[in-house]
């Protein structure tokens, strides 16, 4: 293998570095309308009238549609299209405004009055699942999870006997041994608290998407969606329509995370069938906090019984999702993690899914992970210390290995948690010493993995480039990983393979990009139409060079007999005569498919160094470290980069990013202005460090790497903090004025 690991440049890395790269919202139409939403300002309350008489007459105004003009919707409440007599939460779409111009409809929606009567409403999660709490989501609203699995979590929430309070849509369950009589006995307990906020995915481009209706009854829609097929499933589903009469057009995605799937595309094909006109509807930026679904705030209490030397006998957990005003399926992701993380007979682990008056959660990078190991590698941190053992010491006594029993009960495949431990502990940002006030913190995540079944096609150029044809839609810079399988199995550069995400109406079945599945799921079917195509280009050349396949090699952009140079044919050539006028040969076209049969699970651990002010309380990151189990790395800069990305994300958790509402309701970070993403002042380098345990089902041993570098940082920083200053911080993101307070009280 040539190309493999060696580091390629994103292919289309160029194209969006110099600003040219055309999004959805550079997109041109004639004939083009605009639609501007008007949102609930209330979190609870039912809709008593909408006056839409004076937007209607407005100048440029086309349309004003409320719930009630819309086709009878069987969403759950808070998912309708347009609210119907009732809101959910502040925020949800009450009204569109359609207009000729943006500036039009903007002016026309702030016209329109809602009136609204309020509702008993429910923002505390706890307060929720008292008993006598008043009900968010009437009964027969709460069930769909379908999104879980799309984003590659095993979820094993299951029917159970836990009794469900008000508000509770679901609970998961871990129950092994005996807990409680394990607790007991245990040398040594830690017990703690662990609190997260609520955070936004921050995608550089807000929510966006156009949508056009065909003559045949059918709909075109461009969108910067992860997941043309499923976009396209669920706008059939939507407008009632067989599922070839949408074409998803999917557009350059400027940040997904998870957040973009489907979002505005059900309402906005509704209207563009409504009114028979192409329309757009993009979030502003305070739309973007408001509508768009965020990851939910969760709470654990954790309960770690150890013996004396380390080994874990008892896990205990009670925790919450709060999910908004939808039924949520985190707590069942987590349940796996703090279950299957480390060797341990006694677990007693319960959570529940809870419904409140916000905006719905969503999948956000490693849904149900950053929570579940913030709660755990904090607690982990707690033991060592009072164990006074090595922190990765402690974890390498208790990791689970190839084979060890998973959370559903089936052994661990090649996994590299005590790898990525052993190479942590040979670090030196964790073997330098620290001076007065420095302190370094370690910890650790998983996630699992999702896979789907991949198709893609394959053609060579008239130039000789390889064009491969897929479904699977490039957010992360993977297609360039794709091109180098391509280009490997082929026998050209890379740069001579060109990497395409076609529509729904032409492209290959591909999975949507989520759940660290691309390279993963992809990978496969991408390699294989390459080698086909290889096979059909000898083949020619094998008739117009008079020799056996064999005895063929590809260099150079030419076949040649190997061993003899002179005899050689260009692929330009071979290409033309498979393609010209009444020519005899077949034309190069072939296809690959794959399904890989079974998830390769990636383990990680992050190394935090903190410089602390004793007395002021300030801290500084001075340093930080991913390590991380990749199976294979196809193009380690590109992982690189996912990973940096990725430690920004769970770092950003603790320094500061938090969806903070209000008692009545109200988002109070809805701006970039209050909403604190963690700034490049904040971040130092970030070694990573790239572990490679082949995956035995992966193509070419390669594993997902998009989710577990979002999973540990949190943790690693608090821990940091606790062993430079002797605080414990259980709440993200972390107070600074109470670290503060800590400062000055010795
Ligand atoms: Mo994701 S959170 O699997 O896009």
């Not at 919450?320 to 939808?326: S, W």
């Not at 942590?424 to 913190?441: K, M, S």
């Not at 992966?698 to 949190?714: N, S, T």
């Amino acid at each position: 293998m040539s190309l493999i690991g060696q580091g390629q440049r994103r292919l289309e890395g160029r194209e969006k570095v110099a600003g040219a790269t055309r999004f959805t919202a550079d997109l041109e139409m004639a004939g083009l309308l605009h639609v501007q939403l008007v949102l609930s300002h209330l979190p609870s309350a039912t809709i008593r009238s909408i006056e839409t008489e004076s937007a209607r007459s407005a100048p440029g105004v086309v349309a004003v549609v409320t719930g009630a003009d819309l086709p009878t919707s069987s969403a759950n409440g808070p998912d309708k299209p347009l609210a119907v007599e009732r809101v959910f939460y502040v925020g949800q779409p009450v009204v569109a405004v359609i207009a000729e111009s943006e500036a039009a409809a903007w002016d026309a929606a702030s016209l329109v009055q809602v009136d609204l009567e309020p509702l008993p409403l429910m923002m505390d999660p706890v307060a929720a699942m008292r008993e006598g709490a008043s009900l968010v989501l009437e009964a027969g609203e709460v069930a769909d999870s379908d999104d879980a699995s799309i984003h590659g979590a095993a979820t094993e929430s299951e029917a159970t006997p836990v009794q469900r309070p008000p508000n509770v849509s679901a609970v998961a369950t871990q129950k092994r041994g005996d807990a409680a009589a394990a607790l007991k006995t245990a040398d040594v307990v830690i017990k703690g608290t662990y609190r997260l906020a609520g955070v936004h995915h921050a995608a550089m481009e807000p929510h966006i998407a156009m949508a056009r209706p065909e003559p045949d009854g059918g709909m075109t829609v461009w969108a910067p969606t992860q997941g043309p097929f499923a976009l396209r499933d669920e706008v059939a589903g939507v407008l009632e329509i067989p599922a070839h009469k949408v074409r998803v057009i999917p557009m350059p995605v400027g940040g997904g995370f998870g957040g973009k799937v489907s979002l505005l595309e059900p309402l906005l094909t509704l209207l563009a069938r409504q009114t028979g006109r192409t329309l757009r509807l993009g979030l502003t930026r305070q739309q973007e906090f408001l509508v768009a679904k965020s990851a939910p705030a969760a709470s654990f209490d954790l309960e770690l019984g150890a013996k004396r030397d380390g080994t874990l006998v008892a896990i205990r957990a009670r925790y919450h999702y709060d999910n908004g005003a939808t039924a949520g399926w985190h707590a069942g992701i987590s349940s796996s993690f703090l279950a299957g993380t480390y060797r341990c007979d006694n677990l007693d682990i319960v959570g529940f899914e809870v419904s409140t008056n916000k905006t719905p959660v969503e999948a956000y990078r490693a849904p149900g992970a950053p929570q579940s190991y913030f709660a755990l590698e904090s607690a982990m941190d707690e033991l060592a210390l009072k164990l006074d053992m090595d922190p990765i010491e402690l974890r390498l006594h208790n990791a689970v290995r190839e084979g060890d029993r998973s959370a559903d009960g089936s052994p661990w495949p090649a996994i590299a948690m005590v790898e990525c431990l052993e190479e942590a502990r040979q670090h030196p940002l964790y073997t330098a010493p620290c001076t007065a006030g420095e302190g370094v913190g370690i910890a650790l995540g998983s996630w699992g993995g999702a896979r789907t079944p991949a198709a893609a096609g394959c053609r060579v150029e008239p130039d000789g480039t390889l064009s491969i044809l897929i479904g699977t839609v490039d957010v992360s810079g993977a297609t360039t990983g794709l091109a180098m399988i391509a280009a490997e199995a082929f026998g050209i550069s890379t740069d001579k393979v060109k990497i395409q995400t076609g529509d729904t109406g032409v492209a290959p079945f591909g999975p949507i990009a989520a759940g660290s599945q691309v390279t993963y799921s992809v990978g496969g079917a991408v390699h294989e139409a390459a080698l086909e195509a290889r096979r059909q280009l000898l083949e020619i050349a094998t008739e117009e060079l008079e020799a056996a396949p064999e005895d063929l090699e590809i260099t150079d952009g030419r076949v040649a007999v190997r061993g003899v140079p002179e005899r050689f044919v260009d692929i330009t050539r071979l290409v033309a005569i498979s393609t010209e006028f009444m020519g005899r040969y077949r034309p190069i076209q072939s296809s690959g498919r794959s399904a890989v049969l079974s998830a390769s699970p990636q383990f990680t651990v992050h190394i935090a160094r903190v410089k602390t002010d004793a007395e002021t309380g300030a801290f500084q990151l001075t340093g930080y470290a991913a390590i991380q189990d990749v199976g294979r790395a196809i193009n380690p800069p590109e992982i690189e980069g996912q990973i940096h990305g990725g430690a920004a994300q769970s770092l950003g958790r603790a320094l500061g990013e938090q969806l903070a509402y209000d008692s009545e309701g109200q988002l109070r970070t809805a701006s970039f202005l209050d909403y604190e993403l963690p700034s490049v002042d904040q971040l130092p380098d970030i070694d990573v460090r790239l572990i490679e345990v082949a995956s035995v089902v992966g193509p070419l041993g390669a594993k997902g790497v998009g989710e577990p570098p979002a999973i540990p940082g949190a943790a690693a920083i608090t821990n940091a903090l606790a062993r430079a200053t002797g605080t414990r911080v259980r709440d993200l993101p972390i107070d600074r004025f109470a670290m503060a307070r800590h400062a000055q009280s010795p």
